[in-house]
């Protein structure tokens, strides 16, 4: 068994979903293993990963709208707004979404199904840069 680890930069547009797989993929082929298990961890606290569908754009939209009734950004809700009234809400999307998730590998590629694809689930307005760690085991 070996080891691999990189850290992919993401820069973000904003509050949604960015769909990553291509880079996890392109990474995990210069790795070379055909088989193990993909680990990525998302090192921010207003930020999160999320393996969804990435045929119907509709998806994206919905899970978005869901997130922002569940989570919104109102004056005075919240206690903690240090950075912003779109603050709390980012911490409270990141409780309830992962911030890692592992893939195994079988073949040399990701065993995703059909339609599912890996994507940074950024909760803040405003663009950020994200630090994804990612982590292969296998041979």
């Avoid at 850290?7 to 293993?33: F, M, P, S, Y």
């Avoid at 979404?97 to 995703?112: E, H, K, N």
Wanted: negative net charge; aromatic residues 6%; contains cysteine.
């Amino acid at each position: 068994m070996r080891q691999w680890s990189h850290r992919l930069n993401l820069q973000t547009k904003g509050r949604g979903l960015q769909e990553i797989t291509g880079e996890a993929a392109k990474w995990l082929e210069e790795c070379g293993a055909e088989s193990g298990l993909l680990t990525l961890f998302c090192r921010h606290t207003s930020a999160s990963l999320l393996i969804q569908e990435n045929a119907d754009p509709n998806v994206r939209r919905d899970l978005e709208a869901y997130f922002e009734r569940i989570a919104p950004e109102e004056p005075g809700r919240y206690a903690h707004d240090d950075e912003g009234p779109d603050d709390m809400p980012s911490h409270l999307r990141t409780a309830l979404t992962p911030t890692s998730l592992s893939i195994p590998v079988t073949a040399g590629r990701m065993a995703l199904g059909t339609w599912q694809g890996i994507y940074l689930f950024e909760h803040r307005r405003i663009p950020h840069t994200r630090e994804i760690a990612l982590h292969l085991i296998g041979e």
